[in-house]
């Protein structure tokens, strides 16, 4: 191993050091799938005209099809006991393998500083109940922040645990997933309890028809939506490595996968639809957030027990989903200086940085914009990811060569230029309609075909890249071999 290409984080694990079962990686996906966004996301697709059984549905479906990859990269981490930035240099190269990586660090920095608001706002609530005055005290802090000072405060807080579980490493995450597991999991049913008594049943919305007429109408909302389901988990269908890596044994990672990705979400969302349907009829208005929900019980002892089920779950999904794989990816851009803890650091900092109140304003920007937007950037990569591996080597790596500057995996100066180009490949497609989300294309300027075109954004992404790559890597392969038959025909003297 080159000492530049690696450190004690991005080595591979070894096999005595696998001790993740499938009980684990169950408890995995409980403690990242029981959150606030999965709540509000079931809720917003109801917003956007869907029945509840549509929106579940959405959600179910969309979970299971991300599974599908997410088992599939996992795969090689339990294999051979490697990081995802390590993974990627067997396709991208040595050096190229920093483009993907800083893609997912990116997008990991802004779920980040999502869900560290979103746990700050519950310490915000908690400090309500104690010391009401703290709505007025301090005012509100000047451009560009635009926040209160105390819930500004509150987030810091929430962000200091989250560093210090950073700090602890990855055992210390694990074990927070695995306590943390059943009791998500009985605060969410208790909720779901107490909203069914309340309201006297669930409450009007899970009687209010679909708004969409025709099936045509429901196409239009559906892909854009079930796009958003599969990209709510498309960053870590690219760095699931990064935990299957200590996986006992490849049943260990798909088993405790299956059971707690699409069972979790579908369960939470529900859970998410009915108490949302259920505060109708208990308040008089539909409350998508639970952390405003929960400010309105009457009870204080209620209210700070809510809350701290708000902030373990908050707490559970950031460390392991938003941390893990950004750490890693800044680590492998300049292994000597970086390390996990560092990496973890850079995370946090970007995570304030992007003022993510701003980011979760709006429940639609949040799907269409947020969601969408990142999903076709990491499409790309999972499906190059996937080919590579699956179809041009055949399920092999030689793992010594992911940590020489001068191996196999060196390419052309460190970069397959073949996996860039498949990458442009399949985000191009997708950047007119990206553009007319966010109003920076006059109506009309680009056909509307195309536009919408940004509705599939994960899967149009996932299989032009991989086609592309498929393709690119073909002509490579025949190409070698020519050039290798023909110096054989000239050594033997044919």
């Not at 981490?77 to 893609?103: D, H, Q, V």
Request: neutral net charge; proline residues 6%.
């Amino acid at each position: 191993m080159d000492t530049n290409l690696t450190n004690h984080d991005l080595a591979p694990v070894p096999p005595e050091k696998r001790t993740w079962n499938t009980f684990h990686f169950f408890s995995l996906w409980v403690g990242m799938a029981v959150c606030i966004p999965t709540y509000m996301m079931a809720a917003s697709l109801i917003g956007g005209g869907m029945s509840w059984l549509e929106a579940l549905a959405t959600v179910c479906i969309g979970n299971t099809i991300v599974l599908i990859p997410m088992i599939l990269v996992g795969h090689v981490g339990a294999k051979y006991g490697i990081s995802f930035p390590i993974f990627a240099r067997a396709s991208f190269g040595i050096k190229g393998s920093n483009i993907p990586a800083f893609l997912r660090a990116i997008v990991a920095c802004g779920w980040f500083g999502i869900q560290t608001w979103i746990g700050g706002s519950a310490i915000y609530s908690m400090v309500l109940v104690i010391w009401p005055g703290a709505v007025e005290f301090g005012g509100m802090l000047p451009a560009p922040l635009s926040v209160g000072l105390v819930p500004f405060l509150c987030f810091l807080v929430f962000w200091i645990i989250n560093i210090y579980f950073i700090w602890e490493g990855l055992d210390s995450i694990k074990w927070l997933e695995a306590l943390s597991a059943p009791f998500l999991i009985a605060a969410g049913l208790a909720l779901l309890v107490w909203a069914y008594v309340r309201a006297d049943g669930w409450g009007p919305m899970l009687n209010t028809p679909s708004k969409f007429q025709t099936f045509e109408e429901f196409s239009v909302f559906f892909w854009p939506a079930l796009t958003g389901m599969v990209g709510f988990w498309a960053t870590l269908s690219l760095n699931i490595p990064d935990f299957t890596r200590y996986a006992k044994d490849q049943k260990a990672q798909a088993w405790g996968q299956a059971w707690g990705l699409p069972t979790t979400m579908t369960l939470f969302a529900f859970i998410g639809i009915a108490v949302t349907s259920a505060s109708l009829v208990i308040f008089g208005e539909a409350i998508w957030d639970p952390v405003l929900l929960i400010r309105k019980f009457d009870n204080p002892f209620v209210v700070l027990i809510s809350m701290f089920a708000v902030l373990i779950a908050t707490l559970s999904t950031n460390v392991a989903a938003n941390v893990v794989g950004p750490a890693n990816d800044f680590a492998n851009m300049n292994p000597k200086r970086i390390n996990f803890r560092i990496g973890g650091l850079i995370t946090g900092v970007v995570g304030i940085l992007i003022m993510p109140w701003k980011l979760i304003e709006d429940p639609t920007g949040y799907i269409f914009t947020w969601l969408i937007g990142y999903s076709a950037l990491l499409g790309p990569i999972c499906g190059i990811l996937l080919v590579d591996f699956y179809i041009t080597k055949q399920r092999k790596i030689k793992v010594e060569d992911l940590y020489k500057n001068k191996g196999q995996y060196t390419y052309h100066s460190g970069v397959n230029w073949r996996a860039m180009g498949a990458l442009l490949v399949g985000i191009l497609p997708n950047v007119p309609g990206f553009f007319a989300q966010i109003h920076m294309l006059p109506e009309g300027a680009v056909p509307t075909e195309v536009v919408h075109l940004y509705n599939y954004a994960w899967f149009i992404g996932l299989f032009l890249s991989g086609f592309a790559y498929w393709i690119f890597m073909r002509g490579t392969t025949v190409l070698e071999k020519d050039e290798l038959y023909n110096k054989h025909s000239v050594a033997v003297g044919k």
